[in-house]
C-alpha cells in the first residue's frame, strides 16, 4: 500500500511513526468508520433511544478506540513511538501522579481525566498512517450526503415547540439553548449545537474542494453538501454555525499566498455557493424564515458583543487571555486532572466529593485550574505545537497542487487549538478531524 517515498510524509508532524512489514489496515478501517458513525449518533441515543444510558455515551467511543489502538500495534503502526503523542502521554502521567498524590483526585475522575486529554488523540496518527485519500474522500462523500438528513433534522427542530421531543436535552430531559424569536438552538443529532458547529465546517471543506477540484467528487453531491450547509446555518439559531464554516473559507486566503495563479479557483465555488443560495431563496421559504430569525439574532447579540467580527475576535481572546487571570491557582491546580470537566464534577458529586470549581467552560483555563500553571500550560503548550505543525503540513500539500488539506484544516484546527475536549463530542471532532486531515496531506 505504500512504498518508501511515501513515509514518512513529513518528520515534524509524523514524528517517528515506522512502515509496517504487513499492511493489512482493512479492518482498521472499518473501526474506524464505527468511531465516525459514533461521534455523530451517540446525541441521538443520549436524547433520543437510551437516555437512561446517556452518562454511559460520554465514553462510548472509547472501547472502540483501544481496539484500534490495539489492532494497529498489532500492525506496527507505532503511534506511542511519535513525538506529539509520547510527550502527551508522559504529560498526562505526569498530571495524573500530581492528581492522586497531591490533589487526592478521586480515580474515576483521573481516569476521565485521562480520556479527555489523552485517550483519543493518538487515532490522529492512526489515521493517517492506515488511510489514504481516496478514503478520506469516502468520508467526505458520506458527510456531504447525510448533510442533507442532518439538515431535515435541524429545520424541524427550527420549527419543533421548545419542550417538544426534537428539542429534548441530553438524558432526555429539559430542551436546548434558546435563541432569538423563541426559537431554540438546534442540535441536529448531537447532544448540543457544538455538534453541529463542527459538522457543517467539514462538510463546507468538502463542498468547496467539490467546486475547485473537478471530478473528485460528483457534482451533484457537492451541490446537496452547499444547499445543507447553507440551510442549517439560517436556521441553527447559532452564530458560530456561520463564524466556523467562515473560518474554512478563509482558508482562500493560503492558497492566494501560496499559489497564486490558482486562486482564480474560488470563482468556481463563490458561483457554485451563490446559485444554491438564489435557489433556497426563491424557493424555499423556510429559507427566508431562517434568514429573519438570524438577522434578529445578530441584531440582538450585536447590543452585548458588539458587531459581527468584534464579537468573533473577542471570543477567542476570551480564550487565550483565560490563563492569565488564573493568579489564585496553586501550583498542582485545584482539584486535578479531569475535575473541572462537566462529567467530572457529576463523579464528584456521585462519590460525595465536594468541589469548589465545577465545570469550566473555558478550553484553554482548564487544564491549568485541575493541574496548576506549570502542567496546565505544558498541555496548551502541546495544542499550539501540533496545530502549527499541522498547519505547516497543509501548506505544503498546497505548494504540491492538493488544496484539501488546507480546508479540513479550517474546520479542524480551531477545534484542535481551542475545542473544550471535556465534552465528548468536541474531543471527537478534534481527534477524528485532525486524523482526517493529516491523512488527506497524502499524494
Known amino acids: 500500500m505504500y512504498n518508501n517515498k511515501e513515509l514518512p510524509i513529513n518528520k515534524k508532524i509524523s514524528g517517528n511513526l ?4 504487513i499492511n493489512d489496515y482493512s479492518f482498521i478501517k472499518k473501526l474506524i468508520w464505527v468511531y465516525f458513525i459514533l461521534l455523530l449518533t451517540e446525541g441521538a441515543f443520549r436524547k433520543w433511544f437510551l437516555p437512561n444510558l446517556s452518562q454511559a455515551f460520554l465514553i462510548i467511543r472509547d472501547p ?6 490495539y489492532l494497529a500495534l498489532k500492525e506496527s503502526i507505532l503511534f506511542n513511538q511519535n513525538k506529539y503523542i509520547s510527550f502527551l502521554g508522559k504529560l498526562t502521567f505526569l498530571a495524573c501522579f500530581t492528581s492522586l498524590l497531591i490533589n487526592q483526585t478521586h480515580p474515576a475522575i483521573i481516569f476521565y481525566g485521562i480520556h479527555t486529554n489523552y485517550l483519543h488523540m493518538p487515532l490522529i496518527f492512526v489515521m493517517w498512517k492506515s488511510l489514504d485519500k481516496e478514503d478520506v474522500l469516502k468520508f467526505g462523500k458520506v458527510i456531504l450526503l447525510s448533510g442533507f438528513f442532518m439538515t431535515y433534522l435541524v429545520t424541524e427542530q427550527f420549527q419543533a415547540e421548545k419542550e417538544g421531543v426534537l428539542n429534548v436535552g441530553a438524558g432526555g430531559t429539559g430542551f436546548q439553548l434558546e435563541t432569538s424569536g423563541g426559537k431554540l438552538r438546534a442540535s441536529g443529532t448531537f447532544s448540543f449545537v457544538t455538534g453541529i458547529v463542527y459538522f457543517y465546517a467539514f462538510a463546507i471543506a468538502f463542498v468547496i474542494y467539490g467546486f475547485i477540484s473537478k471530478n473528485k467528487l460528483p457534482m451533484w453531491m457537492v451541490y446537496i453538501g452547499a ?7 439560517v436556521t441553527a439559531g447559532s452564530r458560530s454555525v456561520i463564524a466556523e464554516c467562515l473560518q474554512v473559507v478563509a482558508c482562500f486566503a493560503f492558497l492566494a499566498y501560496y499559489k497564486p495563479s490558482e486562486f482564480g479557483k474560488i470563482s468556481a465555488s463563490v458561483l457554485g455557493l451563490a446559485v444554491t443560495t438564489f435557489f433556497l431563496y426563491s424557493q424555499i421559504n423556510l429559507f427566508q424564515e ?10 440582538e447579540a450585536a447590543n452585548v458583543e458588539g458587531n459581527p467580527v468584534e ?8 480564550i487565550f487571555k483565560a490563563p492569565y487571570m488564573l493568579s489564585w491557582v ?3 491546580g485545584l482539584e486535578g486532572i479531569g475535575s473541572a470537566t462537566r462529567a467530572g464534577t457529576a463523579l464528584a458529586a ?6 469548589s470549581i465545577g465545570f469550566v467552560e473555558t478550553a484553554w483555563s482548564q487544564p491549568i485550574i485541575e493541574n496548576g500553571m506549570i502542567i496546565g500550560c505544558a498541555f496548551l503548550f502541546w495544542r499550539i505545537w501540533i496545530t502549527k505543525d499541522l498547519l505547516f503540513e497543509t501548506i505544503k500539500s498546497i505548494k504540491k497542487g492538493n488544496y484539501l488539506p488546507i480546508f479540513l484544516f479550517g474546520a479542524c484546527g480551531p477545534i484542535l487549538l481551542t475545542g473544550l475536549y471535556g465534552q465528548p463530542t468536541t474531543l471527537g471532532f478534534a481527534a477524528f478531524g485532525t486524523g482526517l486531515c493529516l491523512a488527506s496531506t497524502k499524494d
Open 311 to 318: 464579537a468573533y475576535f473577542l471570543r477567542y481572546l476570551e
Open 227 to 233: 444547499g445543507s450547509a447553507l440551510l442549517a446555518m
Open 18 to 21: 515506522h512502515s509496517p512489514i
Open 330 to 332: 496553586d501550583l498542582f
Open 350 to 355: 456521585r462519590f460525595g466529593i465536594s468541589t
Open 290 to 299: 431562517g434568514i429573519e430569525f438570524l438577522g434578529m439574532r445578530f441584531e
Open 64 to 69: 472502540i478506540v483501544i481496539w484500534i489502538y
